[in-house]
């Protein structure tokens, strides 16, 4: 009998699958029955969310909840051998949560296998310069790791990209640096930059912003080796 796959798209209310909550389901099983519902998550969608995915809260309030799908959810799921999704720890964990915070259901990753398209992508399809320029130009590239043949090649890449992505461009160069890259005013592994304010990346206050926590902790980052100049920059402007 031939595999059985499961094809799964989520939408939720944020990122943190034990506290945020589906709003939308989309699934396609192996002989082509799909479904589609948006879903009343029984809290708030936050607007920064929404302008993420476009799911409002006035769009869902009459909305099935998740416990009322997932009874033929539980039995497709069930049915199938393979989960497949595109990212897809995020929507098997998303799952997980739901399923179990509903009706209780343990969804087991032992019961798959998982295929995901993101990861074969990037396995078969490696986001080095090489492919990048073969992609855009449509040429093989010669002499790489050649240095004027890399930056030969890295502004073949941009021109080309200009080309391909017009709408993007018009916003301006600071708004390509900060749609693709974001803030980069303090590089580094410590630090991250947003809306004006400075925010931990690692560390035991990961997510406190700087000015909320104790000047010594800055200190102490500033006397590890490892920090970058930008970082070093900063806790010294910020500390004094």
Same mark, same amino acid.
């Given at each position: 009998m031939a595999e059985q796959h499961i094809y799964i798209d989520l939408e939720t209310t944020g990122l943190n699958p034990n506290t945020d909550r589906i709003c939308q389901l989309g699934v396609i099983l192996s002989d082509g029955t799909e479904i589609n519902s948006l879903v009343n998550p029984g809290m708030q969608i936050p607007q920064?969310?929404?302008?993420? @995915?476009?799911?409002?809260?006035?769009?869902?309030?009459?909305?099935?909840?998740f416990e009322e799908l997932a009874g033929k959810l539980v039995e497709d799921l069930e049915a199938a051998d393979v989960f497949v999704a595109y990212n897809y720890a995020f929507d098997f964990q998303f799952l997980q949560n739901e399923l179990f915070k509903t009706v209780q259901y343990e969804l087991k990753e032992t019961d798959f296998v998982f295929l995901d398209p993101y990861k074969i992508f990037r396995k078969m399809f490696p986001h080095n310069l090489t492919n990048a320029y073969k992609f855009y130009t449509g040429q093989e590239m010669e002499g790489? @790791?050649?240095?004027? @043949?890399?930056?030969?090649?890295?502004?073949?890449?941009?021109?080309?990209?200009?080309?391909?992505?017009?709408?993007?461009?018009?916003?301006g160069l600071k708004e390509v640096e900060k749609y693709t890259i974001g803030d980069t005013s303090i590089l580094g592994k410590w630090f991250k930059a947003q809306d004006e304010l400075i925010s931990f990346k690692q560390g035991k206050h990961r997510g406190e912003t700087v000015a909320k926590v104790h000047k010594d902790y800055l200190k102490w980052i500033y006397s590890l080796e490892d920090i970058s100049m930008s970082e070093r920059r900063f806790i010294a402007g910020f500390i004094d």
């Open positions: 920064v969310t929404t302008d993420l @995915h476009g799911i409002t809260n006035e769009m869902v309030k009459d909305a099935p909840a790489a @790791h050649s240095a004027i @043949h890399d930056i030969r090649a890295t502004k073949a890449v941009l021109e080309a990209q200009e080309t391909q992505y017009p709408d993007l461009f018009a916003k």
